[in-house]
């Protein structure tokens, strides 16, 4: 079992930044793609980025392309989303994820979650 443990959520002004960890446990951690995905009150979960199991290849949902960066360091286990310029709409609980799949993270909702970190964002 891969469990996941989302950390550096809080609260912001418009406009400024937060880095959000996921330290999965459990199982190698290296041969997993790895996502971070959100969701605002009442609305659907939503993906926002991924990143496959070396760093080398990353995808971000539309929205935050040139705002938020996903990464990882293996050696240390662990995978961060640097989010800048933030904005109200952001807004949301962030949540982790892994799958063996890279492809499978944007467009599938099975795999290994974390429990969540609020991110709110003030305008």
């Known amino acids: 079992q891969v469990q996941l443990v989302e950390s550096g959520g809080g609260l912001v002004q418009a406009g400024g930044s937060l880095r959000l960890s996921c330290a999965p446990s459990?199982?190698?951690?290296?041969?997993?793609?790895m996502g971070w995905f959100r969701q605002a009150p009442g609305k659907e979960r939503e993906f926002v980025a991924a990143?496959?199991?070396?760093?080398?290849?990353?995808y971000y949902v539309d929205s935050v392309k040139g705002r938020f960066t996903i990464s990882r360091e293996n050696a240390k286990n662990v995978v961060y989303l640097q989010m800048n310029s933030l904005k109200p709409e952001d807004t949301a609980v962030y949540y982790c994820?892994?799958?063996?799949?890279?492809?499978?993270?944007?467009?599938?909702?099975?795999?290994?979650w974390g429990q969540g970190t609020q991110v709110t964002v003030s305008s």
């Open positions: 990143i496959n199991w070396s760093g080398g290849t990353t």
């Open positions: 459990g199982r190698t951690f290296s041969s997993y793609a």
């Open positions: 994820r892994a799958h063996l799949d890279y492809s499978a993270i944007p467009t599938t909702m099975n795999g290994y």
